[in-house]
């Protein structure tokens, strides 16, 4: 008989994605692992294609009727990578032995606010994996994975002729405006490249795309509010290049091995969860030295100090370099 272990991970894209080295080094290191995942109905597609998980379950709108699914399944082992009151209630009724992922809350509060760094120099997808420790589950060095059912393949084909020898992800998507790079800073990149740009976002990012539309310089596709997560993540698996904020498209990138540029606003590589093992050629863009940074390890609407430095000040010569080079 298997040994059933659920995982836990309600959160966002990026979190999803992180748990990936988790998900196969249980499955491939431990012979007799069932994986069973619960997590939101949005990532449900996330995480459908994964070949390491054997059954995928989602948090209804009643915790408890959830939980009463989950006491069906007789686990032998939770593994609770999100840690919140809710993972607990479920591990406190399910009974099973647990191991829980440390989220070092009162040092990520010393970094952004007191700035006082004693964060561990470990990416979080090292900090997920030592929840295995017990198992004797060691990072097998593979990096991040993401899984594209077949039918959420974009078709290149549809895209113009001119973007079949490659083109730039612009990812403008941020889930707080504090971790979104302004508007302003494509403009030189887009006017002065000679190359195909495509912007990919939520609906929350057209405002963003109309207004880069609007320069009108013929080399930029605007997909943003019109694919599902997973044709996105198609078109940054087929780009390039790919620049993108500190949000889940820039993890997915990594799983697919891309060479990054990744931006960085209020928030810092030092919370651990810069892109992992990302394409040769990758950099990380950040202002360094302010001394309101980080201000949150999230994010905020607008900037507290409302001058938004973190953002403003990159210094834009640097992205065409990169991209000119890296093209």
């Not at 943003?224 to 997973?230: D, Q, V």
């Amino acid at each position: 008989m298997k040994t059933k272990f659920l995982i836990i991970r309600f959160s966002s894209i990026g979190d999803i994605v992180l748990t990936s080295p988790v998900i196969r080094c249980l499955k491939t290191q431990f012979p007799d692992a069932e994986v069973h995942f619960l997590t939101k109905t949005r990532n449900a597609d996330l995480l459908k294609a994964n070949p390491h998980i054997d059954k995928i379950l989602l948090l209804g709108d009643s915790l408890s009727e959830t939980i009463r699914v989950l006491r069906t399944e007789k686990y032998d082992y939770i593994i609770d990578l999100h840690n919140n009151l809710r993972s607990l209630w479920v591990k406190l009724r399910l009974r099973a032995k647990s191991y829980s992922y440390n989220k070092l809350n009162l040092r990520k509060l010393f970094l952004t606010r007191f700035k006082f760094n004693i964060m561990p120099e470990a990416h979080i997808v090292d900090r997920n994996l030592k929840t295995l420790s017990h198992f004797h589950i060691i990072n097998d060095g593979m990096g991040l994975e993401h899984f594209i059912p077949t039918e959420d393949e974009f078709n290149l084909s549809d895209l113009p002729e001119s973007f079949s020898n490659g083109y730039v992800a612009l990812v403008l998507a941020g889930t707080y405006a504090t971790k979104k790079m302004p508007t302003e800073k494509y403009k030189n990149l887009i006017s002065r490249v000679d190359g195909p740009f495509v912007l990919l976002g939520g609906k929350s990012e057209r405002v963003m795309a109309d207004q880069i539309l609007s320069w009108q310089t013929g080399n930029v596709i605007d997909f943003t509010g019109k694919l599902r997560i997973n044709q996105s993540a198609s078109l940054v698996k087929n780009a390039r290049l790919v620049i993108s904020n500190d949000t889940g498209l820039m993890h997915i990138a990594a799983a697919f091995s891309k060479k990054i540029l990744s931006v960085w606003g209020n928030t810092t590589p030092e919370l651990g969860m810069y892109p992992y093992l990302p394409g040769e050629g990758s950099e990380i863009l950040e202002v360094k030295g302010l001394s309101c940074r980080p201000c949150s390890k999230l994010g905020y609407h607008e900037c507290p100090k409302r001058h938004f430095r973190c953002m403003n000040d990159l210094p834009e010569d640097r992205i065409i370099d990169w991209v000119k080079r890296e093209f």
